[in-house]
């Protein structure tokens, strides 16, 4: 099944219709098989090397649960040097960003 998503991101502006595994380019001529071929693997490596964005989007806390934490930090005195990284909003967040790592090079 061709991936219009690699395609669209690979030649933006294409105009193309897919059915099934067939694609006809109506702004462009057809790219050869190995051009296509390439396009798709570097779209795959693009999704693969961003994926912990959105992993790390959908782990976080909420906006306002994080402003709840930050304001709790500094109500209660804990938001100096020494004291930030036992405090709630420091130790959730960073735990979303140590179980969703974000790849070398990315």
């Not at 992993?55 to 100096?80: E, F």
Request: proline content about 5%; cysteine-free.
């Amino acid at each position: 099944m061709i991936d219009i998503k690699a395609i669209l991101h690979t030649w933006p502006g294409a105009e193309v219709s897919v059915y099934g595994d067939e694609v006809t380019w109506h702004s462009m001529s057809a790219p050869s098989d190995a051009d296509l071929q390439s396009a798709l693997d570097t779209y795959a490596a693009h999704v693969t090397a961003t994926a912990y964005k959105d992993d790390r989007k959908s782990s976080y806390p909420t906006i306002g649960d994080q402003l709840d934490m930050l304001w709790h930090a500094i109500d209660t005195g804990n938001w100096t040097a020494a004291k930030v990284k036992t405090t709630d909003f420091y130790t959730e967040l960073k735990a979303v960003k140590a179980d969703n790592p974000k790849p070398e090079g990315a």
